[in-house]
């Protein structure tokens, strides 16, 4: 059919898939919605590949997991969506016999249904036991400190198994058959309720139900879950979490939000099938949701200031079995936001927690079983139709990205914001959790374990490193201090080496590698870049924003109003100054104005940038959004928020000009010269805020049309706008083209590490 777009669906899945029938059922459920392709067991579970029309491979990947074999269990499902090879019929291939078995290490899994039943069921010896797992569920990757995964190499190595659960852990027919965190209440780890100072209120059941009461009470508790802290106050009292955002010194920055039950969840935000299938999912991610809103506009069930001003809400459902006892207990939504202070990583240690988190939390819910690596919780928003990872972490990592070919063992680590390090091993590349942004002491060492912890779990000696380009970087000084062989990547470039790595692609493609900043080749400050990879890896830069100063620096990235000040001096010159009556110059004082427009003059302390998440924060601050930033990418983001109900398709003039080496460059005057006309006009904010987007995407499409590639990369943090990368996919398949997008890994600087690592093997073929 004319317009029909297709793909193949790639479906990776592990768990307990061999030997229940699994394969047969694939070949059915293929079979009935006519998709061509194939099926196989590995040493790693089972992986598919089926072709057809998108929403049919959609409705394949729900029933997938939905219908599966009920003696199943699906402990991950990574599905990548890619270009076709044209299958003919559906087949089930020979089982691979190559390969080790088990050896990657699983994330965390959520709680599977078996334990879920047997942990409330009263006749159960477990029955309401907050550590219950088996072999389909529980603690991975948080707990393992050595491979092979046994007993012995884990954090439950203390915790001598009870005659009851050695039988369970020896016998071949028990779903608990080496089953390495297996524990009851006989001998596994316990809860206890700590209060400020450390003292112990009460143990086991008591503490969780008296926790429940502080937490109705209005007090925030921090609760020691997989793989760290969280800090749990009752979503619906905004006193409550306005205690909690004055504590932890964030002012408007979202919560992310846990709800007892879909159905719940459901009551908050809309949730369509595939976001449904996230938050039931082994992953169980926090999953970004529109929310609902009651007749009267108050947001249902949720203070205002869980996430102000934000038309979403990020929700997960319990995921581990204290989770499920606490939700079940509260029935009601409460925050459950990371266990730190700002810029830190997240708390894992008790005793740890009652310093770093004095002062913040009323009381201490723990445990006993210790934590090997902190692990935060993964985020993901639906996009396009598809999952996309935005923080990659619980029920994610560190499972591997594959590369068409192999390389030698490398390490990678990444930029220096949502910091994560990566190694390769053979074809795979295995990234770490997210790290968070290198800006305190607690979080370089955070970032130092984690790399050391990675290369030590898969035994890995690299025999180089790989790092940003940009010297200054924690992550880049750490690279040379190793003593190893060093390779730079360009920041922008490592972009689009991780789009083209999880989605199976060799050159030639254009990549719009599209965020707020990453040194340049020329010293000046990238984030609006049009790069080509040629067929043997050769990255050239092929087209860029217009460049523009910014007034103080990194303090304009707080300030959307120094970068719309850059912008209209770089337009208007000094005559900029005068111009009070724009929303972004009546934001400063006249002390402040003068100081700037020397800076300006003399072109010192004002570099030069083609950012086009720079330029997201002065629009916001032209038609008077956002003059200053409470946390990264906040203006954008509410630039984004404008974007509702029917939207009209017009935009703002695309001018392109040939630059030096014959770049393209895309001016960015018609659009600030637009927004100024259409404010002074009264034009709504909304309406503004559309132009600009579609402008964007516009020029986009013009460049594309001009470089002449087919096939388009959306890569960089500018491109977890939603309205921006499904309106630049729509536009670009209109145009002929193909464009492509990040799904298992993000597309912020939390991709940086696998591109590293993708850009040296290309190098590397690319050299002999």
Not at 100 to 111: H, R
Not at 436 to 454: H, I, P, V
Not at 710 to 728: D, I, K, S, W
Not at 734 to 750: F, S
Request: glycine share 10%; proline share 6%.
């Amino acid at each position: 059919m004319k317009g029909t777009v297709t793909a193949r669906l790639r479906v990776v899945v592990r768990g307990a898939v061999q030997g229940v029938g699994f394969r047969p059922f694939v070949y059915r459920l293929a079979t009935e919605l006519g998709l061509p392709g194939w099926v196989n067991n590995s040493t790693e579970g089972v992986f598919i590949e089926v072709e057809g029309e998108e929403a049919r491979l959609r409705q394949f990947l729900l029933r997938l997991q939905a219908e599966k074999p009920p003696r199943s269990f699906i402990q991950s499902l990574e599905p990548s969506f890619l270009d076709p090879v044209g299958y003919a019929e559906f087949t089930v291939r020979p089982s691979e016999k190559g390969g080790a078995k088990s050896a990657y290490v699983l994330p965390d899994i959520a709680t599977c249904d078996d334990c879920l039943r047997e942990m409330l069921d009263p006749s159960n010896r477990r029955y309401r036991y907050p550590f219950t797992n088996c072999t389909n569920c529980g603690p991975r990757f948080s707990i393992i400190k050595a491979v092979p995964y046994d007993r012995g190499n884990t954090t439950m190595d203390s915790f001598a198994l009870c005659t009851d659960c050695r039988g369970e852990y020896e016998d071949p027919a028990d779903r608990r058959f080496h089953a390495q965190p297996n524990a009851c209440p006989v001998c596994g780890p316990h809860l206890e309720l700590w209060d400020s100072s450390g003292s112990v209120l009460c143990l086991g059941d008591q503490a969780l139900l008296a926790a429940s009461d502080a937490v109705r009470q209005g007090r925030a508790v921090a609760v020691k879950g997989l793989g760290g802290i969280h800090l749990i106050v009752d979503a619906r009292n905004k006193e409550a979490v306005a205690e909690l955002r004055l504590r932890k010194a964030r002012e408007e920055k979202p919560f992310a939000l846990m709800a007892p039950t879909l159905e719940q969840a459901r009551e908050l935000c809309g949730v369509d099938d595939l976001e449904a299938r996230l938050l039931g999912s082994p992953e169980a991610p926090i999953v970004l949701l529109g929310r609902r809103f009651a007749a009267d506009h108050s947001i249902m069930d949720v203070a205002a200031n869980v996430a102000p001003g934000n038309p979403h809400l990020g929700v997960m459902l319990p995921y581990t079995p204290l989770h499920h006892l606490l939700m079940a207990e509260l029935r009601f939504p409460v925050v459950a936001t990371s266990g730190n202070r700002s810029d830190e990583p997240i708390c894992t240690d008790e005793r740890e927690a009652l310093v770093r988190l004095g002062g913040i939390a009323d009381l201490f819910l723990v445990h006993n079983r210790p934590i090997h690596r902190h692990v935060d919780d993964s985020i993901v928003r639906v996009m396009a139709g598809r999952e996309m990872v935005v923080r990659r972490a619980r029920g994610y990592a560190p499972l591997p990205i594959r590369l068409k070919e192999p390389q030698p063992p490398l390490l990678a680590v990444g930029a220096h914001q949502k910091s994560c390090v990566a190694i390769s091993v053979g074809s795979n590349v295995f990234v770490s959790q997210h790290l968070g942004d290198l800006a305190t002491a607690e979080a370089y060492e955070a970032f130092t374990q984690a790399a050391q912890s990675l290369q030590e779990l898969y035994d890995l000696r690299p025999e180089g490193v790989v790092c940003d380009a940009h010297p200054d970087y924690l992550s880049s000084r750490y690279a040379h201090a190793l003593g190893l062989p060093v390779r730079e990547v360009q920041h922008h470039f490592a972009h689009a080496f991780a789009c083209m790595a999880e989605n199976g692609l060799e050159g030639p493609v254009l990549s719009a590698s599209w965020d707020g900043t990453g040194l340049g080749l020329d010293g000046t400050i990238w984030g609006g870049e049009f790069l080509t990879v040629s067929a043997s890896g050769e990255c050239e830069r092929a087209g860029h924003l217009r460049t523009f100063p910014l007034p103080g620096g990194e303090k304009a990235v707080k300030e959307p109003r120094r970068v719309a000040l850059g912008l209209l001096y770089e337009l208007l010159g000094p005559a900029a100054l005068e111009r009070n009556k724009v929303p972004s110059l009546a934001a400063f004082t006249g002390e402040e104005l003068g100081i700037l427009g020397a800076l300006l003059r003399r072109g010192t302390q004002a570099p030069r940038t083609s950012s086009i998440g720079r330029l997201f924060d002065g629009a916001a601050s032209l038609i008077g959004l956002r003059q200053a930033c409470g946390f990264e990418g906040q203006a954008a983001m509410e630039l984004e928020f404008l974007l509702t109900g029917e939207l009209p398709s017009d935009h703002y003039d695309v001018a392109l000009a040939q630059g030096e080496g014959g770049a393209l460059v895309v001016d960015w005057a018609p659009v600030v010269q637009g927004l100024l006309s259409d404010w002074g006009h009264g034009v709504s904010p909304r309406l503004l805020s559309a132009r600009f987007h579609n402008w964007l995407v516009e020029a986009l499409v013009a460049v594309a049309r001009e470089v002449g590639i087919e096939r388009v990369l959306l890569t960089g943090g500018c491109f977890q706008n939603r309205y921006l990368a499904e309106r630049a996919v729509h536009r670009l398949r209109e145009e002929g083209l193909r464009p492509y997008w990040h799904q298992r890994v993000p597309p912020n600087d939390g991709g940086i590490a696998l591109g590293q690592l993708a850009a040296v093997g290309s190098r590397l073929r690319a050299e002999g």
